[in-house]
């Protein structure tokens, strides 16, 4: 599994453009699916709300690999 982290400049990111923004997700179509389709985790719990607000700390893993948000 591969690890990374990401730096935001703000107090939280929605979760869609946080997928975007990793690069996990080419466009925000890709991030919506994968999200209303429980395949992302965040704190290793299913989440499926795209507009989901992740602060640093938070963990999201899809697929085979997981970015903190820092």
């Given at each position: ?7 935001i400049d703000?107090e939280y ?33 299913v989440c ?23």
């Amino acid at each position: 599994m591969k690890t990374e982290t990401i730096k935001i400049d703000s107090e939280y990111i929605k979760l869609q453009d946080f997928l975007k923004l990793s690069g996990v997700c080419a466009t925000g179509g890709m991030a919506k699916l994968a999200v209303q389709n429980g395949e992302v985790l965040v704190n290793k719990e299913v989440c499926t709300m795209r507009g989901k607000k992740l602060r640093p700390g938070d963990a999201v893993q899809l697929d085979d690999v997981t970015i903190i948000v820092e």
